[in-house]
């Protein structure tokens, strides 16, 4: 085996692959990245059994041929190198990497270790926006289970073409809160609903923010069957495996209709937000917000007997009648932090029921 290649590729396909590859107690195998080549293409590829990352890397094959190597050790390396071509070759059971007047050899396994990343030829497709697909799923993370007593509620429900809505719905709850964002698809009309896995709609955000886009290449490929998904963008494919079971109907818990209704400024109601957590009791972590329609104004409350107590009134556009509601200032921020408009709309009902926010203008 032996390619040479620009040190600014290797070191982005690297990045890109590089977040799979992790220690393994029982596979030390899946710390490597593998390093494939033939006579058209080099893959490095990464995997931990549940997601696998293939980048397509960009370079002269002189030799075809595959090696395994510690990730962490080749990324690290190839990160503190200055020329600008790097030749890699393999000599024995080690990897020979050069680089202007320096080369360096990195002990690896065998290409037969690593475990075969499976291949999806068959199932629903589509065609979505990649900058879309990514905002979508770094809005809704933030709400997922971060344990595994309910494996469903750890990964994120995407449902193409569901409940009548033309387009992909994500959704992800703890059972405490609820994200929901609605992407629209350039292609695709079967009716699918699967559960990604959290750890998945990480890394799809992380290869989505870092793949650069060949001959501008805006458009993420989505091929889905009952357990498997397989994203492709510009040089990069995501093989996943999709979470079994049956996600909870959540559109049964969004109330329909509101007693009051308050917009407010986004970054306002952030930075209120931010002061009252300092005096809040630590695992109860409460606000209250009394929603004033006499003084059109949110007083946002919090009490703690170690650090004192806190009081500020946020002006606002309220409609309805007053309330009040007693909430947790850690998922407030959470989902505040994912509106991108300048106002938010906050909808509730009294002081027992679910309330909403949601981006001014935006019905996604």
Not at 8 to 17: I, K
Not at 304 to 326: P, R
Not at 335 to 347: A, D, E
Request: aromatic share 4%; net charge negative; hydrophobic share 35%.
């Amino acid at each position: 085996m032996k390619i040479t290649c620009t040190r600014e590729n290797l070191s982005q396909a690297l990045s890109l692959v590089g977040g799979v590859a992790g220690k393994n107690i029982n596979l030390p195998i899946l710390g490597n990245v593998l390093i494939r080549v033939d006579n058209q293409k080099t893959e490095i590829i990464s995997t931990n059994l549940e997601v696998a990352i293939i980048a397509t890397l960009r370079s002269k094959v002189d030799e075809p041929g595959s090696f395994t190597v510690p990730a962490r050790t080749l990324t690290d390396f190839v990160s503190l190198l200055s020329g600008e071509k790097v030749e890699i070759e393999l000599q024995g059971n080690e990897l020979a990497v050069t680089c202007d007047r320096s080369t360096t050899k990195i002990k690896g396994s065998p290409a037969d270790d690593f475990p075969v990343v499976p291949s999806l030829t068959e199932g629903s497709g589509y065609l979505i926006s990649a900058e879309e697909l990514k905002t979508g799923f770094s809005q809704v993370v933030s709400a997922l289970a971060r344990n595994d007593i309910r494996p469903e509620l750890s990964g994120v429900f995407c449902g193409f073409n569901t409940n009548g809505n033309k387009g992909l719905t994500l959704a992800a709850t703890d059972s405490y809160r609820l994200a929901e964002k609605k992407v629209k698809l350039n292609q695709g009309e079967d009716e699918m609903k699967v559960i990604i896995p959290g750890r998945t709609a990480q890394e799809i955000i992380h290869i989505l923010s870092l793949a650069t886009s060949e001959e501008n290449e805006t458009g993420a490929r989505i091929l889905l069957n009952n357990n498997q998904i397989v994203l492709t963008y510009a040089n990069i494919q995501l093989v996943s495996r999709l979470v079994e079971g049956q996600y909870p109907d959540y559109t049964q818990i969004i109330p329909k209709s509101f007693t009051t209704t308050a917009t407010v400024s986004t970054n306002q109601v952030i930075k209120e937000i931010k002061a009252a957590a300092l005096f809040t009791t630590t695992g109860v972590n409460a606000i209250s917000f009394k929603l004033e329609k006499e003084n059109n104004a949110v007083v946002v409350t919090s009490t703690s007997t170690q650090t004192g107590e806190y009081k500020s009134q946020l002006e606002a556009e309220i409609l309805g009648e007053d309330n009040n509601i007693l909430l947790n200032h850690r998922y407030l921020h959470d989902g505040l932090s994912n509106i991108k408009t300048p106002n938010t709309v906050f909808k509730m009902i009294n002081a027992d029921s679910p309330c909403l926010f949601a981006p001014q203008g935006d019905d996604s």
